[in-house]
């Protein structure tokens, strides 16, 4: 784990502390950062969320695709702060991460920002509307 | 049938130009197989037995002359003269060098067609009725909503890395053709009270545990189908184990938490994304509606000359009631005797085009039984249709009966499978076309899988055959009793398994106890449903 | 015998170590006895031939190697059913001896 974040899409400033579990959180009610696993519930997170400013989503794989429901359901319940993408983390599925609702990645292999902004602009339109700002194909053909 | 329009272009070709790029880093060796995998397995590019192998989605089995004629010119340009259609509505390609996957992809593009999420654990690609808009027994086209699907669960962002596959099936009759409830979802458009609604089962599916999906809601409202979608899907991205590739399917987490228990969590999911705005407006299912409009189908009043009596014989077999009076929906024979059940060369394709354009409306089926249809045949037209199919090998009048196999590629391409499976299908239907059975035998349904993953139904057969490897050698078992029609049922093994010659004198011998114990008007599975399975071991093993 | 085979990284081609190199011919194969493992290894990092692994295998009765699993020996021939399209397509009895 690397200290400094390789890539964040967010213009406020990194909140560097480091990440408590989601069980330790439970006790520790001073913590700003909190590091999910894939099998925990990120639901037990959503009374506390005004007091987070940042809130890790670990990818052991990236073939687990559970920290994308987790991050959706953070922002679905007004979660602003900063949400990392954290371990295995790689180029070809930053969009689908960014439309979940990440806006910072911690990559094990560091990625080549050229590569990453390729990625996110790959895809003119989207199809679903999901946790990032964009509006889907079917709300643009009934404008 | 539907048709693009600028965003739906935009995103595909999109779609080209992403995989282009993956393919070129790959062969740069920038990506590891590793890392390549699910990039290519979400744009249908399998590596098989001898080569590459790229299936192309077929959106719920609908497809045009113009479409048809392209994928005939990729088997000739890219591929060795022949493809393979599916159970799932699709068609593969046997011999497709990764050199070649973007370039295709670019020649798909151009008439609408792609092989997004053909393969990897996302949402596949959506299949239906293949009488769908022609059948006298539906209550609405299903296409509509399978496409309102379609565009939904293209590049899903939260659910593009599930536990595993997932298939949905949209039909809007009581009457099943597309095996709906052995889906992970299966969708029923039904009507309540004058109201369009959709019924979901979840949790179906074949595999080492194959299941019947259960009905955990029995009416959905139109304008909250996506909404429901997603719910049942993210309850199973959650859930759904990840520990275990043999039981990451839905069907295993609802049977785990039971369906009641798994409705509840789906109910309350889909209670909270009711105020997200996830659903689109009802004008775009409309928008959609619009494309799927029946053809102008004046009633030529006419019906078909029986006169000559092999054309008899291929109306009684292969022509499905039509809801507008003076038609008919024709069904292909893809199962010549003795020949490899799907496959079709890029000539008998171009037929196929011809004949869609000049008899059908311009549209063509795929049935998940491995044949095609032409929707909307003029009963006037018939004969000059039936002549033309005969002409070019495909007029084989044997829908629903022995020789209309469904066969998974099997240890001949596969490098899942265990066993042949094409030379088992070939002997049976060269043996029952020689002994004079096959029309006395009626609708029996025989499905072969050359390994427990079961792409070729066998549980689902009234006469299922699993291959399997005994020691090294290919092994085969019988199964009786499977339906995947609206009285869906899963087939169950006689008993000790059968070599390559004995598996089918073994077909023989059940086929000899119903013909021997029928009742009058049973089918083959009727008389399995009433005798039970002590007959056939008795029969087979004594 | 121990043969090394994959699939070419590029055609996808079913594809046999032959010492020095690759071969789409069983018959060039080469037995990398002890060394299959490593062999296999090294090869997978040089990245041309999708996975590449070990299997056993015997000599057959015409000289060339013969595997000792049905899958790999149809995976030498080309497909049973369409004896046109294999490397053999002018033997009538290829595939019966994949059997």
Redesign the interface.
């Known amino acids: 784990m690397t200290e400094q974040v390789p890539l964040r899409l967010r213009e406020d400033e990194a909140c560097m502390e480091p990440a408590v579990t989601l069980e330790a959180f439970g006790g520790q009610t001073n913590a700003v950062a909190v590091r999910i696993e894939?099998g925990e519930d990120t639901r037990e997170l959503l009374p506390h969320l005004d007091r987070l400013r940042r809130i890790d989503i670990a990818f052991p794989a990236?073939?687990?695709?559970?920290g994308?429901?987790?991050a959706?359901i953070l922002r679905?319940a007004g979660f602003t702060g900063e949400l990392r993408a954290v371990g295995d983390v790689?180029v070809?599925?930053i969009?689908?991460?960014r439309?979940?609702g990440f806006d910072a990645f911690d990559p094990d292999a560091s990625l080549d920002p050229d590569d990453v902004e390729?990625a996110l602009n790959?895809?003119?339109?989207?199809?679903?509307?999901?946790a990032d700002a964009r509006t889907?194909?079917?709300?643009?053909?009934?404008q | 049938m539907y048709a693009y329009d600028q965003y739906d272009q935009a995103m595909v070709d999109a779609r080209v130009a992403e995989f282009r790029d993956q393919c070129e880093r790959r062969l740069a060796g920038k990506l590891s197989e590793d890392q390549f995998k699910p990039l290519r397995l979400m744009n249908g590019l399998y590596l098989q037995l001898h080569a590459y192998m790229l299936r192309v989605a077929i959106p719920y089995g609908t497809l045009n002359g113009g479409q048809m004629r392209v994928l005939a010119d990729i088997a000739e340009k890219y591929d060795r003269g022949y493809g393979h259609f599916t159970t799932r509505q699709n068609i593969q390609y046997n011999w497709i060098k990764l050199e070649d996957a973007a370039d295709i992809l670019a020649d798909l593009a151009k008439v609408e067609m792609h092989a997004i999420q053909t393969s990897g654990n996302c949402i596949r690609n959506i299949s239906s009725d293949h009488f769908a808009g022609a059948a006298a027994d539906e209550v609405a086209d299903p296409r509509p909503y399978a496409e309102l699907l379609r565009q939904w669960s293209s590049f899903h962002p939260e659910f593009s890395y599930l536990p595993r596959k997932f298939k949905i099936c949209v039909i809007a009759s009581e009457n099943d053709r597309a095996a709906m409830r052995l889906h992970d979802i299966g969708i029923r458009i039904v009507e309540r009270d004058g109201e369009l609604g959709a019924q979901f089962y979840v949790g179906g599916g074949m595999g080492r545990t194959p299941m019947i999906a259960p009905l955990i809601r029995d009416f959905v409202p139109l304008d909250q189908l996506v909404t429901y979608s997603e719910a049942c899907l993210r309850v199973y991205n959650r859930y759904g184990r990840r520990d275990n590739k043999y039981k990451a399917r839905i069907k295993i987490l609802v049977h785990e938490l039971g369906a009641e228990e798994y409705t509840r969590q789906v109910e309350e999911e889909f209670a909270h994304l009711l105020d997200q705005g996830v659903e689109p407006p009802l004008a775009e299912l409309e928008r959609i509606k619009g494309y799927f409009r029946d053809p102008d189908m004046p009633d030529a009043g006419q019906e078909a000359d029986r006169s000559d009596p092999d054309f008899a014989v291929w109306l009684d077999h292969n022509t499905h009631a039509h809801k507008m009076p003076g038609y008919v929906s024709a069904i292909v024979s893809l199962k010549p005797v003795g020949g490899i059940p799907g496959d079709a060369t890029a000539a008998q394709m171009r037929v196929l085009a011809d004949l869609a354009e000049r008899y059908s409306f311009d549209e063509l089926r795929i049935m998940h039984t491995q044949n095609v249809v032409l929707p909307h045949v003029r009963k006037a037209d018939l004969y000059a249709l039936w002549q033309a199919l005969n002409e070019a090998g495909m007029g084989t009048p044997n829908a629903d009966l022995m020789g209309d196999i469904i066969a998974c590629p099997g240890l001949d391409y596969c490098s899942l499978a265990n066993a042949r499976s094409i030379p088992i299908a070939q002997r049976i239907s060269q043996r029952f076309a020689a002994n004079g059975k096959e029309a006395a035998l009626g609708e029996l349904k025989l499905k072969i899988s050359g390994c427990i993953n079961a792409c070729g139904h066998h549980h689902a057969g009234h006469i299922g055959i699993l291959g399997v490897d005994r020691k090294g050698t290919e092994n085969y078992q019988l199964l009786l009793g499977g339906s995947e029609a609206e009285d869906t049922s899963l087939a169950k093994i006689t008993g000790p398994g059968f070599d390559e010659l004995g598996i089918v004198d073994a077909v023989e011998t059940a086929a000899d106890v119903y013909l021997r114990e029928r009742t009058e008007g049973e089918r083959f599975l009727d008389t399995y449903r009433r005798i039970g399975m002590a007959p056939f071991k008795e029969a087979l093993y004594d | 015998m121990k043969l090394i085979t994959g699939n070419d990284l590029k055609t996808g081609a079913v594809t046999w170590w032959t010492g020095d190199g690759w071969s789409i011919h069983i018959e060039d194969a080469a037995d990398a006895g002890d060394e299959a493992e490593a062999i296999a290894t090294r090869e997978e990092a040089a990245r041309r031939v999708n996975v590449p692994y070990v299997i056993e295998a015997e000599a057959g009765p015409d000289g060339a190697p013969r595997p000792a699993h049905i899958k790999e020996r149809v995976r030498a021939l080309g497909p049973t059913v369409r004896v046109d399209l294999t490397l053999k397509p002018d033997d009538p009895t290829a595939a019966q001896k994949v059997i």
């Open positions: 894939p990236f073939t687990d695709g559970r994308y429901s987790a959706r679905e790689l070809d599925q969009a689908y991460m439309r979940c390729a790959r895809f003119p339109q989207v199809y679903q509307s999901a889907p194909i079917w709300s643009l053909r009934h």
